[in-house]
């Protein structure tokens, strides 16, 4: 019953977050890139958006590594849990 409820608490907060926050458009480049973008948009380029695609994801990769971690973890966590319940009472 109280595994229940977590994962409907967690489920619930995650849908909050991803549904409540509106999404924009972000800038995530350093100074020359930043520069180098503007410059080829203004002679008709899209290279800057590929650009700033390419950063965010390239900085979206260290954090799927980590979730990955913690997701693994916490299973590996809760089935040694589920063991020790299991386990007869003498």
Same mark, same amino acid.
């Given at each position: 019953? %109280? !595994?229940?409820?977590? =994962?409907?608490?967690?489920? !619930? ?6 549904? *409540?926050? #509106?999404? =924009? +458009? /972000? ?8 520069? /180098?973008? +503007? @410059?080829?948009? &203004? @002679? *008709? @380029? /899209?290279?800057? &958006? /590929?650009?700033? %695609? *390419?950063?965010?994801?390239?900085? !979206?990769? #260290?954090?799927?590594?980590? *979730? ?6 916490? &299973? &590996?966590?809760?089935?040694? $849990? $589920? !063991? ?7």
């Amino acid at each position: 019953m %109280k !595994s229940l409820l977590v =994962k409907i608490f967690v489920i !619930s907060a995650l849908a909050v977050v991803f549904l *409540g926050v #509106p999404i =924009k +458009e /972000t800038s995530a480049q350093c100074a020359m890139c930043s520069l /180098t973008a +503007e @410059n080829s948009v &203004k @002679n *008709g @380029n /899209t290279q800057g &958006k /590929t650009l700033n %695609k *390419g950063i965010l994801f390239l900085l !979206s990769c #260290p954090f799927l590594a980590a *979730g990955l971690v913690g997701f693994v973890w916490f &299973k &590996k966590y809760r089935d040694s $849990e $589920e !063991s020790d319940d299991r386990a007869p009472i003498l």
